[in-house]
């Protein structure tokens, strides 16, 4: 089975190491993947039988979605807009795929629709059509207007044969940030979480007992790794890890304010994971794959949610986990260095969360579910 999946980060990474891990999964399970990233590169592994085709890339002007960047912070012209739609559409050509994902398209990157409207074309004239599917997370950035939401549906009874939710409905449905109609539930596909497998501690023990600090991969958080700064002079008996992402000069300045040796900090490592595994507490922003490394190692986490620029995804994935055991939410809004120790002891103190009980199995999952789909059309 061939498969292409489309994806653009626009200002994490979180969307793109998403589509790897749905990309190696279909891998692993013996099929042929082109994955057309469209968002800045990143130094990333793919498995074998997983292709990167990276187009001409693009970015946000922070939190500005409906402006795009090229890679030298210049305004993207139509040229690279016209020349990433004809290499969607030649990807199209010569892989011809069985299965087309569109990653969070149709219910998010409007800004993007008309590539992706033109991929949808490209795929709507092989014979045989493929199988097309949008792959979205746990939470939506709800529509603004009835219109937004409308045009989704529109697109999806149109162009798509299901879209695969990558969430458990016992932890967070899809109707918590989207209106759903019969006719979108008909289509609508829960395929579980879509992670790596749980990590396993640092081989060299590194972490260990620390308060690890992070904010994805973006060049964000700030507030959080100053109150972090702030917070680790009033809890000196405990070691404090900063992981930043952005430029040189970001780090720089936090490094020169780190309190000696009590406060490490350092670029965003590709160990995370294993470092998560070992630490005391977790405090982080509320992304998607944070989340999901959160629940699967069981850490106290204290989760401050981004919410620049209206963006409510993070918030209400926050509240919608808040519940469980050892999980606290600050706002960015109310975040102190004092309100951060208090938090931070708090879900340390905490009983330590089950095991089991939230699907954690999505990216197989969906591979099974795309395979059952081409199956039934032959």
């Known amino acids: ?53 990276q187009l001409p890339p693009l970015r946000s002007d922070g ?4 402006r795009l960047l090229d890679e030298t912070g210049a305004a993207a012209g139509e040229t690279r807009i016209a020349a990433r739609a004809a290499l969607l559409r030649q990807a199209v050509a010569e892989l011809g795929p069985d299965v087309l994902i569109t990653e969070l398209f149709p219910f998010g990157r409007r800004v993007l629709s008309a590539e992706f409207t033109a991929l949808l074309q490209a ?7 493929p199988v097309v599917l949008s792959s979205v997370r746990d939470i939506l950035a709800p529509p603004s207007k009835p219109s937004k939401a409308a045009r989704a549906e529109d697109l999806i009874a149109s162009h798509y044969d299901a879209f695969l939710v990558h969430s458990d409905p016992e932890g967070t449905p899809l109707e918590q940030s989207w209106p759903l109609t ?16 749980p990590p396993g501690p640092h081989p060299d023990g590194a972490g260990t007992g620390e308060i690890l600090v992070s904010a994805g991969g973006g060049d964000v958080g700030d507030s959080i790794f100053e ?12 070691r404090w ?53 959160v629940l699967q190692t069981r850490i ?54 089950a095991a089991g ?22």
């Not at 013996?30 to 590169?41: I, N």
């Not at 019969?182 to 497998?197: E, H, N």
């Not at 900063?242 to 936090?254: E, K, M, N």
């Not at 900090?265 to 590709?270: A, K």
């Open 1 to 53: 089975m061939k498969v292409l999946i489309a994806v653009t980060h626009l200002l994490g990474t979180g969307h793109l190491r998403r589509a790897l891990v749905l990309a190696d999964a279909f891998a692993a399970a013996g099929h042929r993947v082109v994955l057309a990233s469209g968002g800045m590169p990143l130094d990333v592994n793919v498995s074998k039988g997983v292709q990167l085709l």
């Open 63 to 66: 939190v500005n979605f409906s």
């Open 123 to 129: 795929a709507a004239t092989l014979r045989p059509r």
């Open 182 to 197: 019969d006719a979108m539930r008909s289509k609508l596909r829960y395929t579980g979480y879509v992670t790596q497998p």
């Open 227 to 238: 109150t972090a700064l702030a917070a680790a002079r009033q809890m000196p008996e405990t």
């Open 241 to 293: 890890r900063l992981l930043v992402a952005g430029p040189a000069q970001r780090l720089a300045s936090l490094r020169a304010r780190a309190s000696g040796g009590q406060v490490i900090v350092e670029p965003v490592r590709p160990d995370f994971r294993g470092l998560l595994a070992n630490a005391a507490t977790s405090v982080s922003m509320c992304g998607y794959n944070t989340a999901m490394d």
């Open 300 to 353: 106290p986490a204290v989760f401050v949610p981004f919410d620049a620029g209206n963006e409510v995804e993070q918030s209400l994935r926050a509240d919608s986990l808040s519940h469980l055991s050892g999980i606290a939410t600050l706002r960015e809004r109310d975040l102190t260095a004092d309100r951060l120790c208090a938090a931070i002891r708090d879900v340390a103190q905490a009983p330590r969360r």
């Open 357 to 378: 009980g939230l699907q954690f199995d999505g990216a197989a999952r969906s591979v099974a579910i795309a395979t059952d789909m081409v199956k039934a059309r032959r």
